[in-house]
């Protein structure tokens, strides 16, 4: 049997699990008839060119957790920003952890997905918000199916959520070949703020897919601040598919920090529904020996009076593989707006492979847009310099990588993940000169 019909056939056999008829058991049934149309991507599409999920999507892959497995604090203290007091939703193997968590109702809702589901006061967000702007691919319907927990996170009008919160997925490796399906919603209404920090983290070498969809509702004026970290194990696969519509005057940021993994995906898609909208997209990725990493974004300029701004850094190592698929699409209504996309890289082996394509798809005529690629080896004048000036090669080159991305970290809005940030740099290139200041 192969893994697509497995899928199909757990669906029919389990259905009845997750929820009682109603508007998301509609919702779950349209997503699995369009899962079994498309399937999984391939590299036939345009999308999926340069990322094959061929090695991963074996038959073995289990679809539920057999068993429920706990950590210890002690254990997974090291991933939690800890610097400072946070919101948590932590899930084990899929399963959430009351432990780990701190959530909250204290006039916002931060709490697990399930619940939100589930309960009869949470409806009507769930039929004005749940699986309305993720697409009917492959992947996200999977996800839209199979899914049986995640974050919820509601933030009403005018309230700013006084500390970042926590969303942290971890794989205990007490079953190889899992595949899981977190799903999260976010709603931030009209003048509101919230800052999120979103983590997979692997804490065996045994192999593990995660197929994560999430959904972020930007209102009118709110702003969002969303930070993801991947660094995990050699073993650990990430298909990580965002989707974020914004209203008028609305701030949305997401940073996209790829440390590690065997292979990692990052679909990234903003939608502009309301003029004056501001998206913003950075990410670093610092990757060696054969790991993988793709960012797929899009900006769909639907509003006029709008901005977005991308500027993605790469640097890859012995036979790392990196892809940037980056895409502007503006409509004919959307007049007057400004759109910026640059995606540069550092090759410092021979054998790393970069793919970069990015795109603009313009049907506005009074627009400003750009877009821009580049592909390199570190200065040999700059690294000369510091060598003749005392600085050992491998510091000399660690300080040309950071300098390289260090506009990217300028703009994160919390200092101790900032901080937290500078010492996995420092980590990955193993070094150790002041990152940590």
């Given at each position: 049997?192969?893994?697509?019909?497995?899928?199909?056939?757990?669906?029919?056999?389990?259905?009845?699990?997750?929820?009682?008829?109603?508007?998301?058991?509609?919702?779950?049934?349209?997503?699995?008839?369009?899962?079994?149309?498309?399937?999984?991507?391939?590299?036939?599409?345009?999308?999926?060119?340069?990322?094959?999920?061929?090695?991963?999507?074996?038959?073995?892959?289990?679809?539920?957790?057999?068993?429920?497995?706990?950590?210890?604090?002690?254990?997974?203290?090291?991933?939690?920003?800890?610097?400072?007091?946070?919101?948590?939703?932590?899930?084990?193997?899929?399963?959430y952890s009351s432990f780990l968590s701190q959530t909250t109702h204290d006039g916002v809702d931060i709490c697990l997905l399930s619940a939100a589901l589930s309960k009869?006061?949470?409806?009507?967000?769930?039929?004005?918000?749940?699986?309305?702007?993720?697409?009917?691919?492959?992947?996200?319907?999977?996800?839209?199916?199979?899914?049986?927990?995640?974050?919820?996170?509601?933030?009403?009008?005018?309230?700013?959520?006084?500390?970042?919160?926590?969303?942290?997925?971890?794989?205990?490796?007490?079953?190889?070949?899992?595949?899981?399906?977190?799903?999260?919603?976010?709603?931030?209404?009209?003048?509101?703020?919230?800052?999120?920090?979103?983590?997979?983290?692997?804490?065996?070498?045994?192999?593990?897919?995660?197929?994560?969809?999430?959904?972020?509702?930007?209102?009118?004026?709110?702003?969002?601040?969303?930070?993801?970290?991947?660094?995990?194990?050699?073993?650990?696969?990430?298909?990580?598919?965002?989707?974020?519509?914004?209203?008028?005057?609305?701030?949305?940021?997401?940073?996209?920090?790829?440390?590690?993994?065997?292979?990692?995906?990052?679909?990234?898609?903003?939608?502009?529904?309301?003029?004056?909208?501001?998206?913003?997209?950075?990410?670093?990725?610092?990757?060696?020996?054969?790991?993988?990493?793709?960012?797929?974004?899009?900006?769909?300029?639907?509003?006029?009076?709008?901005?977005?701004?991308?500027?993605?850094?790469?640097?890859?190592?012995?036979?790392?593989?990196?892809?940037?698929?980056?895409?502007?699409?503006?409509?004919?209504?959307?007049?007057?707006?400004?759109?910026?996309?640059?995606?540069?890289?550092?090759?410092?082996?021979?054998?790393?492979?970069?793919?970069?394509?990015?795109?603009?798809?313009?049907?506005?005529?009074?627009?400003?847009?750009?877009?821009?690629?580049?592909?390199?080896?570190?200065?040999?004048?700059?690294?000369?310099?510091?060598?003749?000036?005392?600085?050992?090669?491998?510091?000399?080159?660690?300080?040309?990588?950071?300098?390289?991305?260090?506009?990217?970290?300028?703009?994160?809005?919390?200092?101790?993940?900032?901080?937290?940030?500078?010492?996995?740099?420092?980590?990955?290139?193993?070094?150790?000169?002041?990152?940590?200041?």
């Amino acid at each position: 049997m192969e893994l697509k019909e497995k899928f199909i056939s757990s669906f029919l056999a389990v259905d009845d699990f997750i929820d009682s008829p109603g508007p998301i058991y509609d919702i779950r049934n349209a997503a699995i008839k369009s899962f079994e149309e498309k399937g999984f991507p391939t590299k036939k599409s345009e999308a999926w060119k340069y990322t094959s999920l061929k090695s991963l999507l074996k038959t073995e892959l289990s679809i539920f957790p057999k068993q429920e497995n706990a950590v210890e604090l002690k254990d997974v203290r090291k991933y939690f920003l800890h610097d400072i007091d946070t919101y948590k939703v932590v899930f084990v193997d899929g399963k959430y952890s009351s432990f780990l968590s701190q959530t909250t109702h204290d006039g916002v809702d931060i709490c697990l997905l399930s619940a939100a589901l589930s309960k009869e006061k949470y409806l009507p967000v769930i039929e004005n918000y749940f699986n309305k702007i993720a697409p009917d691919d492959g992947m996200s319907s999977l996800n839209t199916a199979f899914a049986r927990e995640g974050a919820y996170l509601y933030i009403p009008k005018h309230k700013e959520v006084e500390k970042p919160v926590e969303i942290i997925n971890f794989y205990t490796g007490a079953e190889t070949d899992l595949m899981l399906q977190p799903r999260n919603l976010i709603v931030v209404e009209e003048n509101a703020q919230v800052q999120i920090i979103e983590r997979h983290q692997s804490l065996s070498s045994n192999a593990v897919l995660t197929n994560s969809v999430t959904e972020i509702f930007v209102g009118p004026r709110a702003h969002v601040d969303y930070y993801k970290i991947q660094n995990d194990q050699k073993e650990a696969s990430l298909i990580d598919s965002t989707y974020i519509k914004q209203e008028r005057d609305s701030i949305a940021c997401v940073h996209t920090f790829s440390f590690g993994g065997k292979l990692t995906r990052n679909n990234l898609n903003f939608y502009q529904h309301g003029e004056h909208a501001s998206s913003i997209m950075n990410g670093i990725t610092l990757i060696e020996d054969a790991q993988h990493v793709d960012h797929n974004t899009l900006v769909h300029h639907i509003a006029p009076n709008c901005t977005s701004h991308q500027d993605y850094k790469g640097v890859f190592d012995d036979r790392a593989v990196g892809v940037f698929n980056g895409k502007i699409y503006v409509e004919k209504e959307a007049q007057k707006l400004d759109a910026f996309q640059q995606n540069n890289n550092i090759l410092i082996s021979d054998k790393a492979t970069i793919n970069s394509k990015p795109q603009l798809e313009i049907f506005a005529d009074d627009v400003k847009c750009s877009h821009g690629c580049t592909i390199g080896q570190l200065d040999q004048e700059a690294l000369f310099y510091m060598r003749a000036r005392g600085i050992a090669e491998k510091e000399a080159k660690a300080l040309l990588m950071y300098a390289f991305a260090n506009n990217v970290l300028e703009s994160v809005r919390i200092p101790e993940l900032k901080k937290r940030i500078n010492k996995l740099i420092a980590h990955k290139m193993n070094v150790q000169i002041g990152f940590d200041l």
